[in-house]
């Protein structure tokens, strides 16, 4: 088992040098942190290249680690590689997978993320989406990085029970399209009201942008566009709660 008690350790610098998307795309390599999120990460076959460990902290009993290399390290230095306020003590360095394919199917049901870019709001998304039981999330050009820390700890794990991957969401809706599969767009006040659209077997929600929302491109290619309407004074929904809303409604149960 190895140690590290300083925080100018060459593998320091490479833990924290993955909190940047061109390391982890070269590297193909993130970090997950805290308890939940390793036994997420155990028990969903992403691949562990390394755990640290503070020194006054022990594995959970429950937790099968054998055979995985582990570092134990200083507080000190766990609190200079953790990002969050309050370290848990364990640190996950993991592969990341290969892009999954993806079929589209009339049954199913997928999420287009066009360009959000808070990771709050994308993690929420992502954990929404498994919740709800969407098959797939098609993230566009200009939406924040899955595997950004922030993204990871928002889902809970959720990115890592169903298939989240990079892709051309104009390929993708022609790809709904050509085999009547609905796309519903979102534009606020714009198109038809959720509650006037009837539940689906198979669709694809299309979502956008925090302050801009779905670029005009897209919406041109979908089969209806709709929005949850505003009874209040608010400008409008925070895109996470939005899609939540929309998903459940669409989603037929039976």
Not at 44 to 59: G, R
Not at 103 to 125: A, H, K, R, S
Not at 129 to 135: H, N, R
């Amino acid at each position: 088992m190895n140690r590290i008690d300083s925080t100018k350790n060459p593998k320091v610098k490479n833990v924290k040098r993955l909190s940047k998307k061109k390391y982890r795309e070269r590297e193909q390599q993130f970090v997950v942190e805290g308890w939940h999120l390793l036994e997420e990460v155990l028990s969903h076959e992403v691949v562990v290249q390394e755990l640290l460990i503070s020194e006054n902290k022990e594995f959970r009993p429950h937790l099968d680690v054998s055979g995985l290399p582990v570092t134990v390290v200083t507080e000190q230095v766990m609190n200079e590689m953790s990002h969050t306020e309050t370290p848990q003590g364990i640190l996950a360095i993991c592969r990341m997978p290969d892009q999954t394919d993806v079929l589209l199917n009339q049954n199913n049901n997928y999420l287009f993320v066009d360009g959000v870019q808070d990771p709050g709001n994308l993690g929420t998304i992502i954990r929404t989406a498994d919740a709800v039981g969407i098959t797939a999330v098609i993230l566009g050009e200009g939406t924040v990085d899955s595997y950004n820390d922030k993204v990871i700890r928002a889902t809970q794990g959720s990115l890592f029970h169903l298939p989240v991957i990079k892709g051309e969401l104009e390929e993708w809706i022609d790809g709904c399209n050509k085999r009547a599969i609905p796309v519903f767009g979102t534009a606020v006040g714009k198109g038809t009201t959720h509650s006037a659209i009837a539940s689906q077997k198979g669709f694809a929600l299309l979502v956008g942008n925090e302050g801009a929302g779905v670029q005009e491109k897209y919406l041109e290619m979908t089969d209806q566009n709709i929005y949850v309407p505003i009874y209040g004074n608010a400008e409008s929904l925070n895109v996470s709660v939005a899609t939540g809303i929309l998903l459940y409604h669409l989603k037929q149960t039976i």
